[in-house]
Structures are given as structure tokens and as C-alpha cells.
């Protein structure tokens, strides 16, 4: 195996396996602190072999900024992600490696997000969310406890299609009721087929769906989500041209034209845009709505200071929620069935009908506004990055050079000032970290994104990486890493009140580089003179998320109904002070989000 370049001037912990090289501990269900581990130990970056290619592993705002912001190669690992998801040969916005198509789509949808449409789309979310308070007090009432990422799931859709799409109705559209249940069963196979080749060449199979009765349900789902979405692609397409002006997202997909022919798109050529779209503006907010609640049932006290600034703004006060007449429940809701078990229990009996009042209800502007509401989500976002992972970038054509170790070396030796590089010691001989507060959410077992190198050397700063060389900057460690924060392992939410530039990396202990802007921040690319940013929980750079200013307002909006209107209290199964450090792999499930595999919570109306 060929080491070219600089890749020989950058540390490397010790390999687990001759053959295998760190496969074995990126394959461990707790990978993501082995690899903070190593961040905390070798620092900005190191390199990690899987098989006989070298990924660089940046811990480092600045590096990760600069590999972001300056290498556009993706690893193919985003086409599987849509192939998977919407068929063979199926690419979208988010998984291309064309370059020239990725710009096309990203310049004319842009423009969807901007406040002014997000402000349109939030009334999709008020819209939705009645439906989810109904849902939330029928099965308290029912089991003593709600599976709550279900329903955020089904808000979270009929907001991202009524609000983005203008699809009225959205629960009346076929096949709407098993969307997110399919949606996240084949994420999570897109997940596994990236750490198992084999699988992966197996579910290509014509046999594969005779054989095994999961590719089958696999292959079913599929059917139903392309049929969803291309039925949602025809909407948009029928309708009349829409006026230059009209820069809502289904006006930017209408008039989206063929990057290379010029010719419109039919529904089927559409239909993954629309798709992406779709699961971006549903899973990631759902999930990160979920670990706020988490969150907040871990830390009562910081739960109860959120819940008395909404009080004293008066946001979804008194009339925010309205009552309307009640009617017999006329058939299994949230979950199809005979409508027996949990789901039929909470969805039998009568049906208090909720709708929120949009003029009694706070706007995107004044939540933003809320330093204690944003400080706590951020906080959230910082230790539970919806994707936990940033973007890997694969080198292309040009050189790169690792900014700030033109001297081959790393931030620091391992083993303190000075030292040389140790490599006698596994990864499974790292000392222990304290446990954390809250569960850590688990990255996959492999990058699932990426960026590379591509035929030709590219530098990032001062030091040269090979063609093909995968550059990997791992949110979790930037989020957490000791060089980035001050007891980064403490659910501080403090933290962003005490500090305003707290998204931004600083000099000193409690500095370190990269962020993209906080829920609490001004909207808005960085300025040239500004530091890094060391807070990245939508991504950094020209492929950053592209509806970040609508999750952003989905999330506070959510996080703020619901604290104001409950107490919010852990379920069930889920312990009376949260899962171990061991519980959390078997509790979280990572298919290019993280998210608790089970959020069982009880909701106790507040006063």
C-alpha cells in the first residue's frame, strides 16, 4: 500500500488489524468516542486505514471549514444513500457526483428558503401541529406514556408536504400513512449496505427478495415511496407556470430545467428532488425534536427554565390552542392495523379536535428572539448533531493542503508537549471517558458521507493529500472535543448565554474552530475576518444544508409548544435516569441521522 504525499506526516493510532487496518474499531457500536478519543489524543488530524485506503480525519474547525468549504469531490456513499431510497440509477441533489448537476439544482432551489418563504411554510407547521397535541393527549390518556417519534414523524411530513409543496391535505394522499415507516427502513439498509459490501452486492440480487423476506419488505417500500413521490412531482408539474416572482420550492422545482439538455423535467426525472426534499424536511427535525425532549425530560431544571420564558413572553399562551367540537374516532390512526395493541388502545374512544390559532401563536422572528429556548437547543444540537457526522470531501484534480500543520506535524504529540507519536497502544486500551449526562448519539459505523480526492493531489494548507484520499471532518468531535469546549461533555446550555460568539471558535481552553450559524444566530454566512466556527450542526460551506432556516424554525416552534403545554417526563423502558453508556448503542439507530431508536415520554399537561 502506497502512502503518497504528506498522508506519512500526519499521526495514525495504532491499527487493530494487519489485514483489516481500523475497520474493527470504526465497526464498534460506540466508534464515534473511540474516535474522539483519538482527536483528544493526536489532534487536528490523523489518518484511520480501511483496507488499503487512508481517510483523514479532521477534529479541527479551521480544517474542517477549509476541507468543506474548498473540496467539492463526494464519496459514492451519497449515491447508494439514493439508490437505495428511490431505485437503481436514481440520484438527486444529494447524492450526485456531478458537479455541474449538483450546482443546477442547488442554484434554483436556493431561493426557496429564503425567511420570507419560511415564514409561508410555518404556517404548515401550525397547521399540523393540532393534529399532534390530539395524538399526544389520546395516547397519554390511553397507555400512561406516548411513542412520540411517530408522531413527530407524521407532523414532520405533513408539514415539510403541505408548507414546501402546497399539497393540500397531505394524510389523504395514498400511501402518506406508511411514508416515514418506509422512508426510515431503507435509510437504515442504505446504512448497513455501506458497512457490508457483501450485503450490498446481495440486495442487487433478483434473487435477493425470494430469499430474504426484509429485502422483500425493502422492495416494497420502495414501490410505494416512488410512487408517493412521483405522484407529488406530477402535482407540481401540472400545475400552471408559476409567476418569476414565486420562489416557493414548488415553483423553483417547476421551472427546474435539464442541466444539460435545457428541456423541463418530467415527473419521473423530478421525483428524486422531490424526494430528498421530502426526507430532508421531515427525519433530521424529527430526530432532533426528539433528543430536545429527551433532553429535556434528562435535565428537569433547564426543561422548567425554558418553560418559564415561554410563560413570561406570553409564546402559545392562553387561545394559542383551540378546542373544536368532539366526534368518534373512526378507524386505526398513526399506525395501520386491525386496530388492536397500542396504537388501536390510544386511537379508540372520542377525538378532541386541536387547531392551533395562527394569530395567537408567536412567529418565526420572536422565537428566535427567545435566548433561553435557542440556548437550550443549541445545546442539544451541539451534543446530538442531527447527522453527527459533516460531510466527507474526497480530494480532486488540485492539490490541497491541511491548514495549520504545514510542519507535518499535529496540533500537539500524542502524550503531551513534545512527545513523540506512540503507536503500541489499541483503541481499546484508551482510558475511559466520564459518562455522559444525556446518551450519545451514534454515528455510523462508516462515514456515510464524504468528501475525496480526485485523480490528482489536492492541498489543504500545508500539507499534500493524494488523489482519492477521503478527508472525513466528524461533527462529534468538533461538537465535543476537548480543544473545542469547556467540559464539552456537560449539557451546559449556559454556555450560549454567557458567550454570544459561543458558535465561533476561540483562543484558549474554551476555543475551537468551525460552526454553521446557531438556532440563536444571525442567519447568514460567515464574514472573512470571523474565526472558524466550532458549532456545524447543519453542515459548513457551499453544500451546507440547504433548508437550514426552515429547521430551524420547525424546531424552536416544536420545542416550544410542547414545553409550554407539558412537563415532559421519560416513558417506560427508557430508565428513571436514562440509558447507560451500554443501553445507548441498542437504544440509538444512525442511518444518515441519529436518532433514539425508542422515545417513550410522558406528557403532563402544565397549569
Known amino acids: 500500500m502506497a502512502d503518497h504525499g504528506d498522508l506519512s506526516k500526519l499521526p495514525s493510532p495504532p491499527a487493530s488489524s494487519w489485514l483489516l487496518g481500523h475497520v474493527p474499531d470504526l465497526l464498534r457500536p460506540d466508534y464515534h468516542r473511540v474516535i474522539l478519543q483519538w482527536a483528544n489524543k493526536y489532534g487536528k488530524a490523523f489518518r484511520v486505514r480501511v483496507l488499503t485506503e ?14 468543506l468549504t474548498h473540496i467539492p469531490g463526494r464519496t459514492a456513499n451519497y449515491t447508494l444513500i439514493d439508490e437505495v431510497c428511490g431505485g437503481p440509477g436514481v440520484v438527486s441533489m444529494f447524492g450526485t457526483l456531478d458537479e455541474e448537476a449538483w450546482r443546477n439544482t442547488r442554484k434554483a432551489t436556493a431561493p426557496a428558503f429564503s425567511m420570507a418563504n419560511v415564514r409561508r411554510y410555518y404556517g404548515g407547521v401550525l397547521s399540523s401541529a393540532g393534529e399532534l397535541l390530539e395524538a399526544i393527549d389520546r395516547e397519554q390518556a390511553a397507555l400512561g406514556w406516548v411513542e412520540a417519534e411517530p408522531l413527530l414523524q407524521r407532523l414532520m411530513l405533513r408539514a415539510t408536504l403541505e408548507g414546501l409543496f402546497e399539497v393540500p391535505d397531505a394524510t389523504q394522499v395514498p400511501g402518506f400513512d406508511t411514508l416515514a415507516t418506509n422512508i426510515t427502513l431503507l435509510m437504515t439498509e442504505a446504512n448497513a449496505q455501506i458497512t457490508d459490501p457483501i450485503r450490498k452486492a446481495f440486495y442487487a440480487t433478483p434473487l435477493a427478495p425470494l430469499l430474504s423476506k426484509h429485502v422483500a419488505r425493502c422492495r416494497t417500500a420502495l414501490k410505494s415511496i416512488v410512487a408517493f413521490h412521483t405522484n407529488t412531482a406530477t402535482r407540481v408539474l401540472s400545475r400552471p407556470e408559476p409567476e418569476p416572482g414565486n420562489t416557493l420550492l414548488w415553483a423553483c422545482l417547476h421551472r427546474l430545467r435539464h442541466p444539460r439538455t435545457g428541456r423541463p423535467l418530467t415527473p419521473k426525472q423530478l421525483h428524486p428532488e422531490v424526494g430528498m426534499y421530502t426526507t430532508a424536511g421531515f427525519d433530521t427535525t424529527t430526530s432532533s425534536t426528539g433528543w430536545c425532549m429527551y433532553a429535556a425530560a434528562m435535565q428537569p431544571s433547564e426543561q422548567e427554565a425554558v418553560a418559564r420564558e415561554l410563560r413570561e413572553a406570553g409564546v402559545f399562551g392562553r387561545g394559542a390552542v383551540l378546542e373544536a367540537e368532539r366526534e368518534e374516532e373512526g378507524g386505526a390512526e398513526y399506525g395501520e392495523g386491525d386496530g388492536e395493541g397500542q396504537e388501536g388502545a390510544a386511537n379508540r374512544g372520542p377525538r378532541r379536535l386541536l387547531r392551533l390559532d395562527p394569530g395567537r401563536c408567536p412567529g418565526p422572528e420572536e422565537l428566535a428572539r427567545l435566548p433561553r429556548l435557542n440556548a437550550f437547543i443549541n445545546e442539544v444540537l451541539r451534543m446530538y448533531s442531527p447527522t453527527a457526522l459533516a460531510a466527507e470531501r474526497q480530494v480532486g484534480d488540485q492539490p490541497v493542503r491541511l491548514g495549520g500543520l504545514a510542519g507535518g506535524g499535529p496540533a500537539r504529540a500524542p502524550g503531551g508537549p513534545g512527545a513523540a507519536p506512540t503507536h503500541h497502544r489499541l483503541a481499546h486500551d484508551l482510558p475511559p471517558l466520564p459518562p455522559s449526562p444525556l446518551p450519545l448519539c451514534l454515528p455510523p459505523p462508516y462515514p456515510l458521507t464524504g468528501r475525496q480526492v480526485g485523480d490528482q493531489p489536492v492541498r489543504l494548507g500545508g500539507l499534500v493529500l493524494p488523489p482519492r484520499t477521503t478527508v472525513w471532518p466528524m461533527t462529534y468531535a468538533l461538537h465535543m472535543g476537548a480543544d ?32 454553521a450559524a446557531g438556532v440563536g444566530a444571525a442567519e447568514g454566512g460567515p464574514r472573512s475576518e470571523e474565526p472558524p466556527r466550532r458549532f456545524l450542526p447543519f453542515g459548513a460551506g457551499p453544500k451546507n444544508c440547504v433548508g437550514q432556516n426552515f429547521g430551524h424554525t ?17 416513558g417506560p423502558d427508557m430508565g428513571p435516569d436514562g440509558p447507560s453508556a451500554e443501553e445507548t448503542a441498542v437504544l440509538t439507530q444512525v442511518a444518515v441521522i441519529t436518532k433514539l431508536r425508542r422515545l417513550r415520554l410522558r406528557f403532563q399537561p402544565r397549569d
Open 54 to 67: 487512508w481517510t483523514v480525519v479532521v477534529a479541527d474547525p479551521a480544517l474542517a471549514a477549509q476541507a
Open 484 to 515: 473545542n469546549w469547556g467540559d464539552p461533555e456537560a449539557f451546559r446550555p449556559d454556555r450560549w448565554l454567557e458567550d454570544p460568539r459561543c458558535a465561533f471558535a476561540r483562543q484558549g481552553v474554551d476555543g475551537g474552530p468551525q460552526e
Open 554 to 570: 420547525v424546531l424552536r416552534s416544536l420545542v416550544g409548544l410542547l414545553l409550554s403545554r407539558y412537563v415532559v417526563r421519560l
